[in-house]
């Protein structure tokens, strides 16, 4: 298997420092929470934040992604495009697929 662990959110939740962030602005939440695709517009507009150039995270790296103005993360999943790429082209696709709150995964019954 070479795809990298995706952490549950749950997870996530319990131990926010232990994972790189990234944030979306207000306009991209509704469309993460139901599915979509992240696109760099989203990050880069303002209220977005990536980090900056000397702590960038390279493609295929699992990043969790939180939202402007809430405190806890909304998804996670691996970046299709580098942090230092998304703030150069400020366009394409950041995280395909991933795990987000409300998905089926976030539902599932672990009692």
Known sequence: MTDPLTPHLLLVHQYPSCF???RIDRGAIRFVLS???LMAPGLTSTGGRLPPP???LREGEVVVVEAEG???ACLVGT???GTQDVGEKKK???IDEGHFLGDGLWKLDLE
Request: charged share 40%.
């Open 54 to 56: 000397e702590e960038g």
């Open 92 to 94: 394409g696709v950041v």
């Open 79 to 81: 970046l299709r495009m």
């Open 20 to 22: 790189p962030r990234i």
């Open 35 to 37: 599915g979509a695709t």
């Open 70 to 72: 809430k405190e806890e």
